[in-house]
Structures are given as structure tokens and as C-alpha cells.
């Protein structure tokens, strides 16, 4: 089973990353207040203390963070995801952003030997606890 790193542990990417866990797969966490991952922790993901230690580890890097200014800072920043993830490794951005930084992703994941998705979802912090984003 495919190792799965999920980044932004908020509103809505926790509820979506215990969905993960629930379903069985191996879970690293990262966000950037760990306070906030503690129960899910306790139930099972594994911290990673930085997004490099993260993206290093799995095989599939979620990312669901607040705005496009933290999308561009998670994926391309120092100690960033496509700085560090293995070739082969999926990323997939669930964050509302724009079309301009999902292709800038797509084509630095490309050139890296990383598959890139852009996932945005809806459904509110509702969805996500119930599983029924979009």
C-alpha cells in the first residue's frame, strides 16, 4: 500500500486526512502548528517535523493549505516538496488556487520525473468530515 504524505492539517485537510487513515493507508502528517495533528497522531499518522522530511517519505504528497501564496511556498520554497520528492511520486494540490500555479507545478514536477494533479475540491468543512467533498 502506497505510503500517503498530507500537508495542511486545517478546517478541512484533517477531516480529509482521517479519511485516509480510516481507510487503511499509511499516514504522514505535516502542518505547520503540530498541535493541530496531535489526534490525529494519536490515531495512527506518523509527524513529519518539515515538509522536505514529509515529501522524502511518500509515495503520494497531498496538499490542502490555505492560499496560493502557501501552495507556491510548500511545492517550490526552500526545503519544498519538488525539491525533495522522488521521481515517480504523485502531488496532488486540493487547495483553491490559480490555473497559473498548477500548471507552474505540473511543468517543475514534469522536468523532475514527479506526476502532478491539480484537485481543487468544494464542499466546505462539512464535506469534508461527511466525505462528501466534490
Given amino acids: 500500500m502506497k505510503t500517503i504524505g498530507f500537508i495542511g492539517l486545517g478546517v478541512m485537510g484533517k477531516s480529509m486526512a482521517r479519511h485516509l487513515l480510516k481507510a487503511g493507508y499509511p499516514l504522514l502528517a505535516y502542518t505547520r502548528t503540530k498541535e493541530k495533528a496531535e489526534d490525529l497522531l494519536q490515531e ?8 522536505a522530511d514529509l515529501a522524502r517519505e511518500a509515495d503520494v504528497v497531498m496538499t490542502m493549505v490555505g492560499d496560493p501564496h502557501d501552495v507556491e511556498q510548500v511545492y517550490f520554497g526552500e526545503g519544498g516538496i519538488l525539491e525533495n520528492a522522488r521521481p515517480g511520486t504523485y502531488v496532488i494540490d486540493m487547495t483553491t488556487s490559480t490555473p497559473t500555479l498548477a500548471q507552474s507545478i505540473y511543468e ?23 466525505g462528501t467533498l466534490t
Avoid at 495512527?44 to 515538509?51: D, N, R
Wanted: hydrophobic share 40%; net charge neutral.
Fill in 44 to 51: 495512527g499518522a506518523v509527524w513529519k517535523e518539515t515538509v
Fill in 108 to 130: 517543475a514536477a514534469k522536468q523532475k520525473g514527479i506526476h502532478a494533479l491539480d484537485a481543487p475540491v468544494s464542499g466546505g468543512d462539512i464535506g469534508a468530515r461527511e
